[in-house]
């Protein structure tokens, strides 16, 4: 089971990024899926999910109405679509596999993590 997070660069503030999450080893249609961010200094934090099925999302309150969670079942793929970028979104970005709880904002809940990708805001 692998996730491989991409899509992450160094942007200007107010600019877009779409983060992928690639599966390969396991299907990710039957599980809810997480993106989490570390930045520099600090812990992990939640920042969207979706359901297996796609029909409920969850975010973070500071990235709501900002970022988009999507999933592509027929690709493997997650994605998080990210704009107006702020210098305090910069951090390690994580996508992740919830272990079949309903509980989607705690990482405790994800058992399988991709690596993560670096996105960079400046300001």
């Known amino acids: 089971v692998q996730l491989q997070a991409s899509g992450g660069g160094l942007v200007q503030a107010g600019g877009s990024l779409r983060l992928s999450c690639a599966a390969s080893?396991?299907?990710?249609?039957?599980?809810?899926m997480g993106w989490f961010r570390q930045a520099p200094g600090k812990e992990r934090d939640f920042v969207a999910a979706?359901?297996?099925?796609?029909?409920?999302?969850y975010y973070a309150d500071s990235v709501k109405g900002r970022f988009t969670i999507s999933r592509d079942n027929a690709k493997n793929t997650v994605y998080l679509q990210m704009n107006s970028l702020k210098s305090e979104d910069t951090a390690v970005y994580y996508c992740?596999?919830?272990?079949?709880?309903?509980?989607?904002?705690?990482?405790?809940?994800?058992?399988?993590w991709g690596h993560g990708t670096l996105v960079t805001v400046s300001s």
């Open positions: 979706i359901t297996r099925s796609g029909g409920s999302t």
């Open positions: 080893g396991h299907t990710i249609n039957n599980y809810g």
């Open positions: 992740a596999r919830n272990s079949g709880y309903t509980n989607y904002l705690s990482e405790t809940y994800y058992d399988y």
